[in-house]
């Protein structure tokens, strides 16, 4: 790909605007900054700016839309579907230096943060005064609170919990126009008058502008939590002991399901000692400890009617911590099995889960390409990992299908194509799947409000000819030489 | 009326007040309607017509009626979702809903009248938010009629999905200025089996408030909670919901946080109260927005103003939200609205006009000439896109959007 060299004049005003220390165009380091977490997708940008205050994050908007050069803003990178991977000749905005919790507000349940503090520095932060922070996407340690307000990062706990849309009261952007502007509240007031813009911003994946401080809604930490491990010989009785425990009334804390493939890997990553079985579930229970009493004795019968044949409660913090560290530790272990893998996250409506997992099946066998499954069972959030050796010759072609088949899947059943993981690069050819024509031009509508110069992070979440071929109409079909696996689709 | 009729035939037309009401029966007849009114027909979309009297009033030339957009259209019940037509009354869905033990996880105004559109529009929440969130949390999907026709479905019918812009959420509480609401996805809740109610009162602010708090940070399981002012006391109003035993455990720990307070079981209907507000004969009624420790603060001021004669009932939300109704002469009941709204300036609260009783029309609904929205520039862009010629509910909701 082209490296694009930024223009002296531009580079000199980028300079003025966060310093000679804030801009990066060293050729290597600006390399580290070619791609997200989906690192099959490459693009090294023109620049890359480092600022520590909103007024050099205006500054360099502000050269951006007076240029039209398009910029990208970034976070920790731990991204999954090439959100933050950089556009041609871009300027990347980290916004890893604005790392400052700048109030907390036990009283009100509220904490401000810069956008480079990492999820798990918020819940540090008042964890002593008994709360947390409620979104726990597996990369919480490094992923920062931007990342996770551009991708509205969920977490196995956001059963219960929801999402980070839930827990933002407002946030201060810098707009494409390099406008600076308060969405929501400033003070964590509820029902601002005016559209929801948080609702909208949240989950937009950087395109609609970058989040500068953010209010952030605490939770105080539960009584007692009780995590339990239920090994089964099928999915489908794990998937069954799922809907009897919502059917019950009951909300768990979460609810993880992994399979075989994915208990081997984690096993060998981090010895959780998990039993070695087709279906293993994790079910995890908070609230007052009366009430988490009975309800995990309900959900062990439960278990038992689906003929779980182990269930283990977790008895200490350290044993519930392992238990959450292989569950966590699983895409990463994946590595112990294949060299290269595509880690997928569609959802679908929880009944479907056996039909779709039995369909997986046929699909593995069919191609040849081993499919893991980690999966958020009490929402329907799966995450299928493609299993591929990227050394054998159209291999990841063959996986990346599978992996875009499994997605239509979803949305065959009435799910989609993302639960968390936001669209980015990787999925956007896919949206016109889910989406018909006016849905996505609605969609678009709302860009174009924003971001009329289409600056910030062009070419993400929508379909575009460019990228997607001229398939914009109806449901997207497969080109033959793509499906043959003699093509790619990007 | 003629063009109307040739679009959803003549049961679907009829005139009231000398404006057309024009009932479509599905969304094509929305587009088609809304097709017509692009020459320049301002259109308001109405419901049970519970809420018409927020925001500004808009002279709409045509009224776009939902009653016959109505039913709950799946039910996946196994799946914890619902689809709705917008023209159902949020009482009638919940009852359908009920038949498999499961509800919207919401408690509106005027429910037996409301319905799903409307709701969804003002963005009603009651008191249950405390526990599962505000509507934008609840509704995963919706179906809406741009001004120029677009037929757009937004969201999805599972409860985890960030595929595109979320524009459930942008739609919700934008009081009909965007789009249409034909139909909505509700992630549902189960209806609670076991619930206790009790309610606690002190001559004094300050103890009840501080209970408030404490019971906010119990971790016990608080299904609602409203604080109030009575004649001649505060009400602290908690409902639990929970198995059996921890609801047990619960009211011993309810009436040692209480110290010496009365702790009283009741079967009050406490969900009610809010509403009941809205029918005291000639009330003003006002929604202000605050932080939750601002609250108790805000309560005593109103039983102060009640103890001067004015009649003054407050019901908050430790959620952040106190509804009151007013009966005072206009000149009293202006001052004390601006008086509000310089006191809650400072701290990003709000104060908006729900019901006028007597309050002075010169008092903007919104406090547009004082305070605007600070991203005014962007919502306006937004409505551009969406509606360029403004023919949706013109001027109703803030700053002349």
């Known amino acids: 790909m082209a490296y694009i060299v930024m223009d002296a004049t531009i580079l000199a005003q980028l300079k003025s605007a966060v310093g000679e220390h804030g801009l990066v165009v060293d050729r290597n380091q600006v390399q580290t900054y070619e791609c997200d977490g989906l690192t099959n997708f490459r693009t090294t940008p023109a620049a890359v700016v480092l600022p520590r205050t909103t007024a050099e994050v205006q500054a360099v908007v502000r050269i951006c839309a007076e240029h039209a050069i398009p910029f990208v803003a970034r976070g920790a990178g731990t991204g999954l579907s090439g959100g933050a991977l950089p556009a041609e000749g871009c300027i990347v905005i980290g916004l890893a230096r604005m790392n400052c919790v700048l109030s907390v507000d036990l009283e009100n349940a509220r904490i401000t943060v810069e956008p480079g503090v990492t999820n798990t520095q918020v819940t540090e932060r008042v964890k002593a005064a008994g709360y947390f922070y409620a979104p726990d996407p597996s990369s919480q340690t490094v992923c920062t609170i931007g990342g996770n307000i551009a991708e509205n990062a969920g977490g196995a706990h956001c059963l219960k919990y929801g999402f980070t849309v839930t827990h933002v009261l407002g946030c201060e952007v810098v707009l494409p126009n390099g406008e600076v502007r308060w969405f929501g509240s400033e003070h964590g007031v509820v029902d601002p008058p005016g559209y929801d813009l948080p609702g909208v911003f949240i989950g937009s994946e950087g395109t609609l502008g970058i989040a500068t401080k953010a209010v952030l809604r605490i939770v105080r930490r539960p009584e007692t939590v009780q995590t339990l491990l239920a090994a089964f010989h099928t999915a489908t009785d794990a998937a069954q002991t799922v809907s009897d425990i919502i059917a019950a009334g009951m909300l768990p804390a979460a609810i993880e399901m992994m399979d075989r493939l994915s208990i081997t890997a984690a096993e060998a990553a981090v010895h959780a000692r998990y039993p070695m079985c087709e279906a293993l579930l994790l079910v995890e229970l908070d609230g007052p400890r009366a009430e988490v009493d009975a309800q995990i004795r309900e959900v062990r019968e439960l278990c038992s009617m689906n003929n779980a044949w182990e269930q283990r409660l977790a008895q200490t913090e350290a044993e519930r911590s392992l238990v959450w560290k292989g569950r966590k530790a699983a895409f990463a272990a994946m590595g112990r099995l294949a060299s290269h893998y595509i880690v997928q996250d569609g959802v679908i409506p929880r009944t479907a889960l056996p039909m779709v997992l039995a369909k997986m099946q046929t699909m593995s066998e069919e191609t040849g390409l081993r499919i893991a499954n980690v999966f958020h069972a009490g929402d329907g959030n799966l995450h299928p990992m493609v299993l591929y050796d990227a050394s054998v010759p159209g291999e990841e072609d063959r996986a990346l299908i599978l992996s875009y088949d499994i997605l239509r899947l979803c949305v065959d059943v009435g799910g989609s194509i993302t639960g968390e993981h936001g669209v980015g690069r990787e999925k956007q050819c896919v949206m016109s799947y889910m989406f018909h024509e006016p849905d996505l031009a609605t969609m678009l509508r709302v860009r174009h409000a924003f971001d009329p110069q289409n600056l910030s992070n062009p070419e993400k979440v929508f379909p575009t000819p460019r990228l997607c071929g001229e398939r914009r109409h109806g449901a997207y079909v497969p080109h033959p030489a793509e499906a043959a696996g003699i093509a790619e689709v990007f | ?401």
């Open chain 2, 1 to 401: 009326m003629q063009q109307w009729i040739e679009i959803v035939g003549a049961e679907g037309v009829r005139a009231e007040d000398r404006v057309a009401v024009v009932a479509p029966s599905n969304d094509e007849q929305v587009a088609a309607v809304l097709q017509r009114c692009s020459q320049g027909l301002s259109v308001t979309a109405t419901g049970g017509g519970t809420k018409l009297g927020w925001g500004n009033a808009v002279d709409a030339n045509i009224r776009l009626n939902t009653s016959r957009l109505s039913g709950v259209r799946e039910h996946s019940w196994q799946d914890l979702t619902a689809t709705v037509g917008a023209g159902t009354t949020w009482a009638a869905m919940q009852s359908e809903l009920a038949m498999h033990g499961q509800r919207v996880a919401l408690d509106p105004l005027f429910a037996e009248r409301a319905t799903v559109g409307g709701v969804l529009s003002t963005n009603d929440c009651g008191l249950l938010r405390m526990r599962y969130g505000s509507l934008r949390d609840l509704v995963i999907g919706m179906t809406i009629v741009l001004a120029d026709g677009t037929i757009a479905r937004a969201g999805g019918k599972v409860v985890k999905n960030v595929a595109g812009y979320d524009l459930p959420k942008l739609i919700t509480g934008s009081f009909g200025t965007l789009g249409i609401i034909t139909e909505a996805t509700f992630r549902l809740h189960p209806l609670q089996k076991n619930t206790s109610r009790f309610r606690v009162r002190s001559e004094d602010v300050v103890p009840l408030a501080e209970l408030m708090h404490a019971l906010v940070t119990s971790g016990m399981s608080l299904e609602a909670m409203q604080f109030r002012n009575e004649a001649d006391a505060f009400a602290l109003d908690v409902e639990f919901a929970a198995v059996p035993e921890a609801l047990a455990e619960h009211q011993q720990r309810l009436r040692a946080l209480a110290g010496s307070l009365p702790v009283q079981a009741c079967d009050h209907d406490m969900y009610a109260v809010r509403e009941s507000l809205f029918a005291i004969e000639g009330a003003t009624v006002l929604k202000l927005t605050t932080l939750s420790t601002k609250l108790a603060a805000l309560v005593a001021g109103f039983a102060q103003l009640a103890a001067s004669g004015i009649t003054a009932s407050a019901v908050a939300d430790p959620a952040g939200v106190v509804m009151v109704a007013l009966i005072a002469p206009a000149a009293g009941l202006a001052t004390i609205v601006e008086d509000l709204r310089a006191r809650l300036l400072g701290i990003g609260g709000s104060v908006v006009v729900l019901q006028r009783g007597a309050l002075p029309i010169e008092v903007d609904p919104w406090n547009d000439a004082v305070q605007l929205p600070p991203a005014l520039d962007v919502m306006r862009a937004i409505k551009h896109e969406f509606d360029p010629t403004r023919l949706l509910n013109p001027g109703r909701f803030v700053g002349g959007l």
